[in-house]
């Protein structure tokens, strides 16, 4: 079992749907990211968190650290979120490497 | 601001040939500096870091090495490539433990 598990792996939605991607992990972390990989293989740092919720824009990400549960929102969703969207944590032991999950491949319809 | 520049950007390789990707981070000082990898439909992997001029790290045995000769160049190379060293490479770089990290725009390697 991966360390970070994401679901769903595929999403496929319409323009304007609210948009919700789940990431939990089972290893201690100090802190948690989520990344935005588009066609081209360029990676986007969207969000860095250890508690509560963050939002920008019309992202939005919450951690539950109890549950070892993190998951980002997009409201509103248009053709230009589809991408690969990565949660990857922080250990708490070996605190400059990141785990990844496997990625959530979104695709937004017009 | 800080930047990172790697390159090339794609690169086709015959099998057995050597390999030297560069990766250069501008506008900070002793970065912590990583090396990823994806194949084809898989995750992330960590390949390498490094917390100092000439101090890395491997994390899983390959055919790969890593060097930083200096404080904001990382270097990933190869005697001899294999098939399965075909995929695409990312640089990265963060200020220290639990930092953000900022990736390079990556470099898709295939081995023929």
Redesign the interface.
């Given at each position: 079992k991966n360390e970070v598990e994401q679901s769903p792996q595929n999403l496929t939605a319409q323009e304007g749907e609210f948009i919700t991607i789940n990431c939990s992990y089972s290893v201690g972390i100090?802190?948690l990211?989520w990344?935005q990989q588009h066609p081209?293989?360029?990676?986007?740092?969207l969000f860095?968190l250890s508690s509560g919720k963050k939002k920008h824009g019309r992202l939005i990400a919450t951690i539950n650290i109890q549950e070892k549960h993190s998951s980002l929102h997009i409201t509103a969703s248009h053709p230009r979120d589809s991408a690969v969207y990565?949660c990857?944590v922080?250990l708490i032991q070996g605190?400059?490497?990141?785990?990844?999950?496997?990625?959530t491949r979104l695709t937004i319809n017009p | 601001s800080q930047t990172i520049h790697q390159w090339p950007a794609t690169l086709v390789q015959p099998v057995g040939s050597p390999l030297s990707l560069e990766c250069t981070v501008e506008g900070t000082s002793n970065p912590n500096l990583y090396w990823y990898r994806q194949a084809a439909g898989r995750g992330l992997q960590l390949l390498f870091y490094s917390v100092g001029i000439g101090q890395i790290s491997s994390e899983v045995p390959q055919n790969l090495s890593a060097s930083r000769p200096q404080d904001r160049q990382f270097i990933l190379s190869s005697k001899k490539l294999l098939l399965s060293d075909s995929g695409f490479y990312l640089c990265a770089w963060n200020g220290g433990d639990s930092q953000p990290q900022h990736f390079g725009d990556g470099t898709r390697l295939s081995i023929l």
């Amino acid at each position: 079992k991966n360390e970070v598990e994401q679901s769903p792996q595929n999403l496929t939605a319409q323009e304007g749907e609210f948009i919700t991607i789940n990431c939990s992990y089972s290893v201690g972390i100090s802190a948690l990211h989520w990344l935005q990989q588009h066609p081209g293989g360029g990676i986007v740092s969207l969000f860095m968190l250890s508690s509560g919720k963050k939002k920008h824009g019309r992202l939005i990400a919450t951690i539950n650290i109890q549950e070892k549960h993190s998951s980002l929102h997009i409201t509103a969703s248009h053709p230009r979120d589809s991408a690969v969207y990565i949660c990857a944590v922080h250990l708490i032991q070996g605190a400059q490497k990141l785990v990844f999950g496997q990625g959530t491949r979104l695709t937004i319809n017009p | 601001s800080q930047t990172i520049h790697q390159w090339p950007a794609t690169l086709v390789q015959p099998v057995g040939s050597p390999l030297s990707l560069e990766c250069t981070v501008e506008g900070t000082s002793n970065p912590n500096l990583y090396w990823y990898r994806q194949a084809a439909g898989r995750g992330l992997q960590l390949l390498f870091y490094s917390v100092g001029i000439g101090q890395i790290s491997s994390e899983v045995p390959q055919n790969l090495s890593a060097s930083r000769p200096q404080d904001r160049q990382f270097i990933l190379s190869s005697k001899k490539l294999l098939l399965s060293d075909s995929g695409f490479y990312l640089c990265a770089w963060n200020g220290g433990d639990s930092q953000p990290q900022h990736f390079g725009d990556g470099t898709r390697l295939s081995i023929l």
